[in-house]
């Protein structure tokens, strides 16, 4: 995948969680971090970033206000892996977008992206095959974690794609699903 498209991908996410805090918000700050040190569990060789604990409603992912949040991001090697986790008690994400919707909206030329297939589950996620801008082979998919507060704990979003060309086969995605979760304790410790 377009190595360019997935930087512009991250930037684009980031730029979504920051824009427009609501009073008595806090903006996430992203800094790099080693990957051993992040929530997704992820392949070797990515770069990994992540937010401090933020107050407030989670912007972009229908978080309550009140509670506070963290959000993980890793990239590279043509995959993209967003987190975010609701880090205190009651604090619950909930989908604002269907998949569809979340894909266009953070990928870069979003209005683009074609040939979308229908929404499918499969290994505890839900997915949806499509075409890049550039004609690159893609699935986005998104995993739930346990139910928190009124929604979830965590909902983790990725992305992979394979160059123009290259059709991604139904055993990568199983392998790209069963690949993408959440490391690390619970809200509740």
């Known amino acids: 995948m377009n190595h360019r498209l997935l930087c512009i991908l991250a930037l684009a996410v980031s730029a979504l969680l920051v824009a427009s805090p609501s009073v008595g918000q806090e903006a996430p700050r992203w800094y790099g ?4 040190h992040s929530r997704i569990t992820v392949p070797a060789g990515l770069k990994c970033s992540t937010t401090q604990n933020y107050a407030g409603g989670e912007n972009g992912w229908g978080g309550n206000a009140g509670g506070t949040f963290r959000g993980w ?45 229908a929404l499918g589950n499969r290994g505890g996620a839900d997915y ?36 123009r060309g290259r059709p991604i086969t139904d055993a990568e995605i199983d392998r790209f699903i069963g690949g993408a979760n959440y490391r690390g304790p619970s809200a509740s410790g």
Do not use: H
Request: net charge negative; charged share 15%; hydrophobic share 40%.
């Open 33 to 36: 971090i080693d990957c051993s």
């Open 73 to 117: 991001m890793a990239s590279g090697g043509g995959v993209f892996y967003y987190l975010v986790e609701a880090t205190s008690l009651g604090a619950g994400l909930m989908e604002n977008a269907s998949m569809k919707q979340a894909i266009r909206s953070e990928m870069r030329d979003g209005s683009n992206l074609a040939n979308f297939s």
């Open 128 to 163: 949806m095959t499509f075409t890049s801008a550039s004609g690159d082979a893609c699935v986005g998919i998104r995993r739930y974690g346990p139910a928190q507060g009124a929604g979830y704990q965590w909902i983790l979003f990725a992305v992979r794609c394979e160059p």
